[in-house]
Protein backbone atom coordinates (compact mmCIF):
# COMPACT_ATOMS: atom_id res chain seq x y z
CA UNK A 1 0.00 0.00 0.00
CA UNK A 2 1.57 3.64 -1.01
CA UNK A 3 1.92 6.08 1.74
CA UNK A 4 -0.47 8.24 0.32
CA UNK A 5 -3.52 5.98 0.73
CA UNK A 6 -2.96 4.98 4.44
CA UNK A 7 -2.80 8.73 4.77
CA UNK A 8 -5.79 9.52 3.49
CA UNK A 9 -7.29 6.68 5.26
CA UNK A 10 -5.91 7.73 8.28
CA UNK A 11 -6.86 11.65 7.71
CA UNK A 12 -10.26 10.50 6.98
CA UNK A 13 -10.52 8.42 9.97
CA UNK A 14 -9.75 11.00 12.24
CA UNK A 15 -12.24 13.45 10.50
CA UNK A 16 -15.11 11.23 10.44
CA UNK A 17 -14.82 9.66 14.46
CA UNK A 18 -15.02 12.58 16.23
CA UNK A 19 -18.47 13.45 14.67
CA UNK A 20 -19.51 10.41 16.17
CA UNK A 21 -20.77 10.89 19.17
CA UNK A 22 -22.56 8.50 21.88
CA UNK A 23 -25.80 9.67 23.70
CA UNK A 24 -24.05 7.64 27.00
CA UNK A 25 -22.74 10.16 29.53
CA UNK A 26 -20.01 8.94 31.92
CA UNK A 27 -21.04 10.72 35.36
CA UNK A 28 -20.28 10.76 38.36
CA UNK A 29 -23.12 8.60 40.89
CA UNK A 30 -23.91 10.32 44.64
CA UNK A 31 -21.78 8.92 46.95
CA UNK A 32 -22.71 11.00 49.91
CA UNK A 33 -24.84 10.12 53.72
CA UNK A 34 -27.67 8.02 53.07
CA UNK A 35 -30.84 9.23 51.72
CA UNK A 36 -34.26 9.05 52.09
CA UNK A 37 -36.99 9.80 50.04
CA UNK A 38 -40.50 9.93 50.06
CA UNK A 39 -42.26 9.21 46.86
CA UNK A 40 -45.63 9.52 45.68
CA UNK A 41 -45.58 7.21 42.22
CA UNK A 42 -42.94 4.66 41.19
CA UNK A 43 -39.20 4.74 42.58
CA UNK A 44 -36.89 5.48 39.91
CA UNK A 45 -34.12 3.02 38.85
CA UNK A 46 -30.80 4.59 39.76
CA UNK A 47 -27.35 3.48 40.38
CA UNK A 48 -26.77 4.57 44.26
CA UNK A 49 -27.30 2.05 46.78
CA UNK A 50 -27.59 4.53 49.39
CA UNK A 51 -30.80 6.29 48.46
CA UNK A 52 -34.04 4.55 49.52
CA UNK A 53 -37.34 5.34 48.64
CA UNK A 54 -40.46 5.15 50.31
CA UNK A 55 -44.10 5.34 48.60
CA UNK A 56 -46.37 7.45 50.39
CA UNK A 57 -49.91 8.68 49.22
CA UNK A 58 -51.50 11.96 48.98
CA UNK A 59 -52.56 11.72 52.45
CA UNK A 60 -49.96 11.55 53.84
CA UNK A 61 -48.12 14.89 52.10
CA UNK A 62 -49.62 17.50 54.25
CA UNK A 63 -47.85 15.85 57.39
CA UNK A 64 -44.62 15.94 55.55
CA UNK A 65 -41.83 18.60 58.03
CA UNK A 66 -38.57 18.29 58.33
CA UNK A 67 -39.11 15.64 61.43
CA UNK A 68 -40.92 13.49 59.11
CA UNK A 69 -37.92 11.30 58.37
CA UNK A 70 -37.82 12.30 54.75
CA UNK A 71 -34.90 13.74 52.98
CA UNK A 72 -37.05 15.21 49.95
CA UNK A 73 -40.02 14.01 48.32
CA UNK A 74 -40.24 13.47 45.05
CA UNK A 75 -43.60 13.48 43.02
CA UNK A 76 -43.76 11.36 39.56
CA UNK A 77 -45.04 12.50 36.51
CA UNK A 78 -48.07 10.49 36.35
CA UNK A 79 -49.16 12.25 39.69
CA UNK A 80 -48.60 15.84 39.11
CA UNK A 81 -51.60 16.75 38.17
CA UNK A 82 -52.98 16.07 41.74
CA UNK A 83 -49.81 17.51 43.24
CA UNK A 84 -51.01 21.32 42.10
CA UNK A 85 -54.23 20.79 43.80
CA UNK A 86 -54.16 24.24 45.61
CA UNK A 87 -54.42 22.44 49.09
CA UNK A 88 -51.24 21.41 49.00
CA UNK A 89 -49.19 24.42 48.52
CA UNK A 90 -49.38 24.97 51.96
CA UNK A 91 -47.43 21.86 52.33
CA UNK A 92 -44.75 22.63 49.61
CA UNK A 93 -44.20 26.32 51.21
CA UNK A 94 -43.84 25.44 54.79
CA UNK A 95 -42.53 21.31 54.97
CA UNK A 96 -39.26 22.75 55.46
CA UNK A 97 -37.60 19.64 52.63
CA UNK A 98 -37.52 20.18 48.90
CA UNK A 99 -39.52 18.52 46.72
CA UNK A 100 -39.24 17.54 43.46
CA UNK A 101 -40.87 17.10 40.36
CA UNK A 102 -40.52 14.66 37.59
CA UNK A 103 -41.40 15.81 34.11
CA UNK A 104 -42.97 19.08 35.01
CA UNK A 105 -43.82 20.83 31.84
CA UNK A 106 -44.76 23.72 34.27
CA UNK A 107 -41.34 23.95 36.26
CA UNK A 108 -43.04 24.09 40.25
CA UNK A 109 -45.69 27.28 39.73
CA UNK A 110 -48.71 25.02 39.50
CA UNK A 111 -47.71 23.66 42.92
CA UNK A 112 -47.27 26.48 45.01
CA UNK A 113 -49.83 28.63 43.42
CA UNK A 114 -52.75 28.52 45.40
CA UNK A 115 -55.48 29.26 42.91
CA UNK A 116 -54.76 27.27 39.74
CA UNK A 117 -54.45 23.81 39.06
CA UNK A 118 -51.71 21.80 36.90
CA UNK A 119 -53.37 22.33 33.47
CA UNK A 120 -54.36 26.29 33.57
CA UNK A 121 -50.39 26.94 33.94
CA UNK A 122 -48.91 27.49 30.69
CA UNK A 123 -45.97 24.85 29.58
CA UNK A 124 -42.39 26.41 29.61
CA UNK A 125 -40.06 24.87 27.44
CA UNK A 126 -37.29 25.19 29.28
CA UNK A 127 -35.53 21.31 28.74
CA UNK A 128 -35.90 20.16 32.43
CA UNK A 129 -36.54 16.82 33.44
CA UNK A 130 -36.58 17.55 37.33
CA UNK A 131 -37.87 20.47 38.99
CA UNK A 132 -36.85 20.80 42.57
CA UNK A 133 -38.49 23.73 45.02
CA UNK A 134 -37.49 24.27 48.85
CA UNK A 135 -39.15 26.94 51.05
CA UNK A 136 -37.64 27.99 53.76
CA UNK A 137 -38.26 30.87 56.51
CA UNK A 138 -40.01 33.21 53.97
CA UNK A 139 -36.88 32.24 51.74
CA UNK A 140 -36.87 29.56 48.04
CA UNK A 141 -34.78 27.97 46.24
CA UNK A 142 -35.72 26.03 43.01
CA UNK A 143 -33.47 24.06 41.06
CA UNK A 144 -33.94 22.39 37.47
CA UNK A 145 -31.94 19.36 36.25
CA UNK A 146 -31.87 18.85 32.42
CA UNK A 147 -31.00 16.05 30.46
CA UNK A 148 -27.64 15.69 28.68
CA UNK A 149 -27.66 16.78 25.02
CA UNK A 150 -31.77 16.74 25.89
CA UNK A 151 -31.60 13.06 25.21
CA UNK A 152 -34.09 11.10 27.00
CA UNK A 153 -32.40 7.57 28.02
CA UNK A 154 -31.40 5.74 30.65
CA UNK A 155 -27.93 6.96 31.34
CA UNK A 156 -28.59 10.60 31.02
CA UNK A 157 -31.86 10.35 33.62
CA UNK A 158 -29.42 8.23 35.98
CA UNK A 159 -27.28 11.20 36.09
CA UNK A 160 -30.08 13.64 36.62
CA UNK A 161 -30.99 11.58 39.52
CA UNK A 162 -27.56 11.64 40.75
CA UNK A 163 -26.86 15.26 40.57
CA UNK A 164 -30.71 15.60 42.60
CA UNK A 165 -29.33 13.87 45.53
CA UNK A 166 -26.05 16.06 45.64
CA UNK A 167 -28.54 18.83 46.02
CA UNK A 168 -30.79 17.18 48.94
CA UNK A 169 -27.47 15.90 50.53
CA UNK A 170 -26.34 19.76 50.34
CA UNK A 171 -29.85 21.00 51.40
CA UNK A 172 -29.32 19.04 54.52
CA UNK A 173 -25.75 20.19 54.95
CA UNK A 174 -27.18 23.51 55.32
CA UNK A 175 -29.55 23.02 57.54
CA UNK A 176 -26.67 21.38 60.16
Request: hydrophobic share 35%.
Amino acid sequence: MNKSVVFLFLLAVSVVLPGCTSDVVDTPIYEGKPITVGIIGDSPVVREKNVSFEEIPFSQLEEVDSSSGYDAIFITKENLSEAADPVYAKTYKNAGVPFFFIESKKSYLPFINEEKGYDEIPDIQNGTYVTGYLQKDKQFQYWGYGLSNDKLNISNIEDVYSRVFETIDQVETEKN
